[in-house]
Nanobody, 115 residues
Framework: QVQLVESGGGLVQPGGSLRLSCAAS????????MRWYRQAPGKQRELVGT???????NYADSVKGRFTISRDNAKNMVYLQMNSLKPEDTAVYYC?????????WGQGTQVTVSS
């Protein structure tokens, strides 16, 4: 079955960096767009960015220039490199795959940006 497993979250100081990973299985990973979302306490889940099957990307304005999404189709992995982190980046970060039948989500990984 389809599984998405995120890792790499943690506590980081403002201005710091983190790299999130998402391991995908159970579907033909290389064919599909992958997305990262985040949900801060008391807020709706929001799209952080998207990477196409060929590797082109787009990002929310709030993270543009600071975050980078990449993928390794040989390893069925998608990554979110987060630089210049701000307290407002604090959220649970989710990996998403929109397959024809349904959308799949990972369990999420907590990112906390605080001094």
């Amino acid at each position: 079955q389809v599984q998405l497993v995120e890792s790499g979250g943690g506590l980081v100081q403002p201005g710091g960096s983190l790299r999130l990973s998402c391991a995908a299985s159970g579907f033909t990973f290389s064919r599909y767009y992958m997305r990262w979302y985040r949900q801060a306490p008391g807020k709706q889940r929001e799209l952080v960015g998207t990477i196409s099957s060929s590797g082109s990307t787009n990002y929310a304005d709030s993270v543009k220039g600071r975050f980078t999404i990449s993928r390794d189709n040989a390893k069925n992995m998608v990554y979110l490199q987060m630089n210049s982190l701000k307290p407002e980046d604090t959220a649970v970060y989710y990996c998403n795959a929109q397959l024809p039948a349904k959308a799949y989500w990972g369990q999420g990984t907590q990112v906390t940006v605080s001094s």
